[in-house]
């Protein structure tokens, strides 16, 4: 009941900021929460810097080094988040009584992260829901082969890597298809005199538009599983601790990211 109020009171309060303040207001509360754990992970390196004689910390090469590879992470973030296919698209010129419309030159934007952070966070749902469930009846049931399947979901383990890219690139193309409309676009297009150079109005627009935005969604696809990952192995092969490994990548960043930009 407690949970339930305080996001209805969220959510509320996401709304009266779009409203009346800078827009964006659910979005904005979910990355100042991300946000609040920056303090921490700065106040973990700094003790780790200055670690006391014999406890292993760190020294100046692993400081420049975390800050060149923040830098990185945070720039290829913006990358994909940014980047686009420019389709480029020709206006046939209209005559309507003594004015000439038409005639110039533009283009489609088709972003190659066209989904955005969602792909990660269904993939992170599903997985934990079927890890749960799994250890449920493992421990309930007595099921010995469910536990050795739930260890097999446990983040560290390959089998949880292999299986959330699979599930961030099955989402990646299940959002494309319910929210980019190939057939619209071109039919639009055609109505107001618009062509793509080389490719006929219509349905064949249609089939290219599909076409390239596949291609797209494979590389966007491709590049979120790494931004998700990339954290993890921070965590388990280099020992960083989770405060400071959150804001090298995963939904943490890519929604920080997003909203910030």
């Known amino acids: 009941l407690t949970l339930t109020t305080?996001?209805?009171?969220?959510?509320?309060?996401?709304?009266?900021?779009?409203?009346?303040?800078?827009?964006?207001?659910?979005?904005?509360?979910?990355?100042i929460g991300i946000l609040a754990d920056l303090p921490s992970a700065v106040a973990l390196i700094y003790r780790k810097f200055n670690a006391p004689i014999g406890v292993p910390g760190l020294g100046l090469p692993?400081?420049?080094?975390?800050?060149?590879?923040?830098?990185?992470?945070?720039?290829?973030?913006?990358a994909i988040t940014q980047a686009q296919r420019k389709v480029p698209v020709q206006y046939a010129k209209r005559v309507v009584g003594r004015k000439v419309y038409g005639g110039q030159s533009s283009f489609l934007p088709l972003k190659v992260?066209?989904?955005?952070?969602?792909?990660?966070?269904?993939?992170?749902?599903?997985?934990?829901?079927?890890?749960?469930?799994?250890?449920?009846?493992?421990?309930?049931?007595?099921?010995?082969f469910m536990t050795q399947f739930a260890a097999t979901m446990q983040q560290g383990a390959p089998t949880y890597y292999f299986i959330f890219?699979?599930?961030?690139?099955?989402?990646?193309?299940?959002?494309?298809?319910?929210m980019f409309k190939p057939l619209q676009i071109a039919d639009d297009l055609k109505k107001y005199g618009?062509?793509?150079?080389?490719?006929?109005?219509?349905?064949p627009t249609a089939s290219f538009l599909d076409f390239v935005m596949t291609r797209l969604t494979?590389?966007?696809?491709?590049?979120?599983?790494v931004i998700a990952v990339f954290p993890d192995g921070l965590l388990f092969y280099f020992d960083v601790p989770y405060q400071v490994a959150q804001f090298f990548g995963g939904t943490g960043m890519l929604i920080t990211v997003g909203v910030l930009l």
Do not use: H, K
């Open 113 to 144: 992260n066209y989904s955005g952070v969602m792909p990660v966070i269904f993939a992170s749902a599903i997985l934990l829901f079927f890890q749960m469930i799994s250890q449920q009846l493992g421990a309930v049931v007595d099921l010995p």
């Open 6 to 31: 305080g996001t209805a009171f969220i959510m509320w309060l996401g709304e009266q900021i779009t409203q009346r303040g800078i827009g964006n207001g659910i979005s904005l509360l979910i990355t």
């Open 218 to 225: 494979l590389a966007g696809a491709i590049a979120l599983t």
């Open 62 to 78: 692993e400081g420049v080094l975390m800050c060149v590879l923040l830098f990185l992470c945070i720039a290829g973030i913006v």
């Open 194 to 203: 618009g062509y793509i150079p080389g490719v006929r109005p219509g349905q």
């Open 165 to 178: 890219g699979l599930l961030i690139l099955c989402f990646s193309y299940f959002w494309v298809s319910v």
